[in-house]
């Protein structure tokens, strides 16, 4: 792993420290741009790794953390929070986020998004998200991510 200084990933380390927290970031040789690739390279399951998805509900957009074990049910979680998820499109992401698909952070965009936070994530002690580039992760319990997100705890699939 490699260490190396980025603007996005700068972001989510003062976002962060904000909230009290300073784990390690951690570089990536190559970029983990699926769960299951961050989580080989982490030895970990792919359960603890949170992606961090967006969404349009309603035309607004939605950051959906769910664990890397399962896919979203867009109908199903759509009617949980009472609207229509549709897929962002490249742009759209990185217009609500300040990143791009594949290093997309659960912090650190350029304005309050719309987050929810799988319930399926509490049941590991500690999970990695992506800090901001397809090349970095960090590691966070699920109540500080609940916490410095403004999240929503849901299930994401029935």
């Given at each position: 792993m490699v260490n190396t200084a980025h603007p996005s990933v700068d972001r989510v380390r003062r976002a962060l420290a904000e909230q009290g927290l300073t784990p390690e970031i951690r570089w990536?040789?190559?970029a983990a741009t699926t769960a299951q690739a961050a989580a080989a390279a982490l030895g970990i399951?792919?359960?603890a790794i949170a992606n961090s998805l967006v969404f349009t509900l309603d035309g607004e957009p939605l950051l959906v953390l769910t664990s890397g074990a399962h896919r979203v049910d867009t109908d199903w979680l759509g009617e949980q929070l009472g609207g229509t998820i549709a897929r962002a499109a490249?742009?759209?992401v990185k217009d609500a986020t300040g990143q791009v698909i594949g290093g997309v952070a659960p912090l650190g965009h350029p304005s309050p998004i719309r987050?929810?936070?799988d319930v399926d994530l509490a049941?590991?002690?500690e999970v990695w998200a992506a800090a901001?580039?397809?090349h970095t992760v960090f590691p966070?319990?699920?109540d500080d991510l609940v916490r410095v997100t403004g999240g929503e705890p849901v299930r994401v699939t029935p």
């Open positions: 990536f040789d190559d399951e792919v359960g490249k742009d759209q987050t929810v936070v049941g590991f002690p901001g580039h397809a966070i319990g699920y």
